[in-house]
Every structure is written in C-alpha cells, then in structure tokens.
C-alpha cells in the first residue's frame, strides 16, 4: 500500500512559476516509478512526468523544457518544479505511484493558471 498527498497547488499568472510536492507513506526507493498526471475538465487524465528508482525521467512534450521533476528519497518526497506556466496546464494534478503491477493515486491539487 502506497498513501499520496499533494500539496502546493493554487492560482497563478501566465509565466508564473508553482512547485507541487508529493509526500508517499512508503519509502520512495522502494516505488519503481513515481510522477504527476493531469486532468483538466472534459479531458483525460494524461501523463505530465515520471521519475524512476534510477533517477531517470520523462516528460510529456507540452511540458518538456518549463517543468522538472525531483525526488527526495530521505523525505519520501517527489517534486513538480512548474515554470513558465501558461493557461493550458489548468488542471487537477495527481500524484502517481506504480509498485510492481499495482498503481497508486493521490487525491489530486488544482492549479489554476490565468492570462
């Protein structure tokens, strides 16, 4: 079992930055991949970033070269630096976790980016 709490959603101008942290109740070093997915109303839940054990990452295009993902393996945390915002990542942003075939969620945070 693998509990997910974000924190550090809320409104922003465009070009504005937001960091979202992710806390996990299981040591991270034990969770094969960590990341945060989207959803904005009346779409899918799609794929903003993943992080490995290993420490490798990957990045949704929309996303690749203004957002940074990070883990902290002694805090159990993993982090969603967002830069250059622009209103098309409003969305509810969702902490992710896959252990071995089984999947993990968080309750989600809104981010809210304005023109």
């Known amino acids: 079992q693998v509990q997910l709490v974000e924190s550090g959603g809320g409104s922003v101008q465009a070009g504005g930055s937001l960091r979202l942290s992710c806390a996990s109740s299981?040591?991270?070093?034990?969770?094969?991949?960590m990341g945060w997915y989207r959803q904005a109303p009346g779409k899918q839940r799609d794929l903003v970033a993943t992080?490995?054990?290993?420490?490798?990452?990957n990045y949704a295009d929309s996303v690749k070269g203004r957002f940074t993902i990070s883990k902290d393996n002694a805090k159990n945390t993993v982090d969603l630096q967002m830069d250059s915002l622009k209103p098309g990542d409003t969305a509810v942003y969702y902490c992710?976790?896959?252990?071995?075939?089984?999947?993990?969620w968080g309750q989600g945070t809104q981010v809210t980016v304005s023109s």
């Open positions: 992080i490995t054990t290993g420490g490798n990452t």
């Open positions: 299981r040591s991270i070093g034990t969770i094969n991949t």
């Open positions: 992710y976790a896959r252990l071995y075939i089984t999947s993990y």
